[in-house]
């Protein structure tokens, strides 16, 4: 494509939307590549918001972009190609920020148009072009070995003007100060003759982290976060909540609206959470790859480049407070189901940085994990309520969710063995020591407790003595956080121990679920799964226990669930050094659970006036599924719902045909029945619906209802529309053919033979009557 020099900008831009409609997408980007190496910025600057529009979408949704998150390799490799090509790090989009950055263009974009991040049903995220080229990105600006790239030249054999020097955005002596946002505050361009060379260009990686981190993480401040712990203002929230849902209050102030939109405002997506754990990654294979003499304390006191420094200060200065905040809100808002895996794996691999060091060594067997390096205390203690609160907090949710399910069980398992990892432990008991100890010199270092650590500070000068010393990090990394008048629950604490036991508990009983409901599978008949559709099933709609995906995935779930609670359980003994005599405590209470019938007692739960109330510990036991209630249709049989093995229309042609019966020989149904004779009995048996003496226990509200209300004698033909009745008369006459038997013989036999059968259980039911007390 040939565009000739043109005086007026507009020109370009009219003639590159005039292609965009007749030429191919591969011959677009060809043409935008020769624009971006022949053009001069003040024509190029033009371009750049239809440029980025016509990548990611308009504002206004007219243009749809290229859809980089649902764009495969595998399913369109010649565009993915080209896509990836053009928006590469070294590609041209970023050539064509360098050369306008030169001549100091800007593009003002506003942050609350940032799209959010839906999730794709049908892509995989870890293949969309969109998650890989944050991948590069990342890889390209916090490299792990030497160091940050240079801007590349614009065109072949050429250098591209270099911006003028400029001052880091945040100074690196000052990366532990309370800062406003990066997309807030303006990049000077000041030149430092006697600055490292390297700083010229440091500030792009930490350009690009900021700008993730705002995107990603930065949905709340800190100050609502500490607003919102205290009591008072969960009080008043609950009140708006309740103020919404019920016209009995009285409108709410709008500083409860807010309070209430604010924190409920933000939902995350499993998607977002995956490029939020991707980010992480990075960062910690970033800031592991110091060297060991420049890792060290005494590294600190002599020149570093502003590389190191930018390493050093990338997780706890940049992500550390935003990334609490957002998993406390996905510990508090995501649903109780499997897609919580997503929160729970970002959430673990930000605990192990060690398994992104360099010098990582192979991971461990089951029988012998690997042991926590004590060089990564000072990490533990610093982060110490990314390990204790967010345990916890995942303690309250496991207890709330069904642990029989594999997915759910695995979870379990897996924070259970990270926590068990050897020397993990011991690390997060001393920190939480460490926030305990009373502090002895306050005077004099008190107004260091509220406010971040910096490395002119708190990193470089000796502060005799050491563990005094940690324990001011660790207080300040608590108080920080959770402002100086948080209640800290130690997760070695009494309650937290309590919530622990309550899960062993659990996790004991769920096993003991999944193996019942396993030996009810092996009990199953050969051919059940075959003949279900034809409803030769049990009739039973109340089963032993509520469906699970373990109904679904057979046996291998029942043995994957029972490993994973089997090694969880002993994780937790691990870790919080239970005795065997309390978790055999938990085996042998399972006996209590049954009674001597062998049947499933109802949940914990009290009598009130208007029925049966579940307490707490019910709750608990129906989410479990350790116990349940034998429901069952206290109403007219022939008023039940028609069920999937019926067929629709006999069934409501059968009961009007039984109902017309009933109306026209009420009276001497009813006759036959009052006989005190064989005859009598005989038509108690089929005419007259059992009794209610025999139903399970129903509510005061349904007992009053019930005894007002009797049924007399009379006919159902309901029986006649159901395929397993059909079927099986229809299986009998086919093999009464096979006998050379016809029709009218064969029904006369199966006549006679049913009358053999109910005339032998009518005297087993008279006889029974006779014995009961």
Known sequence: MAFPHLQQPSFLLASLKA?????????????????IEDFPAKELHTIFPWLVESIFGSL??????????????????????????????????????????AEDYKFDFPVSYLPPLPVSLHVRTSDCAYFILV????????????????????????????????????????????????????????????????????????TLLQVFVEMWLHHYSLEMYQKMQSPHAKLEVLHYRLSVSSAL????????????????????????????????????????????????????SHATSPLEEFKRAAVPRFVQQKLYLFLQHCFGHWPLDASFRAVLEMWLSYLQPWRYAPDKQAPGSDSQPRCVSEKWAPFVQENLLMYTKLFVGFLNRALRTDLVSPKHALMVFRVAKVFAQPNL??????????????ELVISHR???????????????????????????????HVYSLEGQDCKYTPMFGPEARTLVLRLAQLITQAKHTAKSISDQCAESPAGHSFLSWLGFSSMDTNGSYPANDLDEMGQDSVRKTDEYLEKALEYLRQIFRLSEAQLRQFTLALGTTQDENGKKQLPDCIVGEDGLILTPLGRYQIIN?????????????????IRSYEIASLVRTLFRLSSAINRRFAGQMAALCSRDDFLGSFCRYHLTEPGLASRHLLSPVVRRQVAGYTRGPRLSLRFLGSYRT????????????????????????????????????????????????
């Open 19 to 35: 292609d965009s409609i007749n030429k191919p997408f591969a011959q677009q980007c060809q043409d935008l590549v020769k624009v």
């Open 60 to 101: 206004d949704g007219v243009l749809i972009g290229w859809n980089l998150r649902c764009l495969q390799g595998r399913v369109n490799p010649v565009e993915y190609g080209i896509v990836m090509e053009f928006l590469d790090p070294g590609g041209p989009m970023m050539k064509l920020v360098y050369k306008l950055q």
């Open 135 to 206: 991948d590069r990105y990342l890889s390209w600006f916090l490299p792990t070995e030497g160091s940050v790239p240079p801007p590349l030249s614009s065109s072949p054999g050429g250098t591209s003007p270099s911006p003028p020097p400029r001052t880091p955005a945040m100074p690196f002596a000052s990366y532990g100060l309370h800062h406003t946002s990066l997309l807030k505050r303006h990049i000077s361009h000041q030149t430092s003759v006697n600055a490292d060379p390297a700083s010229h260009e440091i500030w792009r990686s930490e």
């Open 249 to 300: 209050y009285s409108p709410a102030q709008p500083s409860l609206q807010a309070l209430h939109a604010y924190q409920e405002s933000f939902t995350p997506t499993e998607e977002h959470v995956l490029v939020v754990r991707l980010l992480l990654k990075h960062l910690h294979a970033f800031a592991n790859s110091l060297k060991p003499e420049q890792a060290s304390p005494s590294a600190h």
């Open 425 to 438: 432990a011991e690390m997060i008991q001393k920190g939480e020591q460490l926030f305990l100890e009373p």
């Open 446 to 476: 008190q107004h260091r407790l509220f406010t971040a650590p910096t490395f002119t500070g708190s990193f470089l000068s000796p502060w005799p003595p050491a563990v005094t010393d940690a324990s001011f990090k660790v207080k300040n």
């Open 625 to 641: 599924g350790l116990r349940r209630f034998e429901i069952e249709y206290q109403g007219d049989p022939e008023l039940q719902p």
């Open 726 to 773: 059909l079927v099986s008369l229809l299986l009998a006459f086919l093999v009464a053919s096979l006998f050379c038997v016809g029709p009218l013989p064969c029904t006369l036999l199966l006549t006679l033979g049913y009358v053999l059968y109910a005339s032998a259980m009518t005297l087993l039911t008279e006889r029974g009557k006779l014995h009961q007390p």
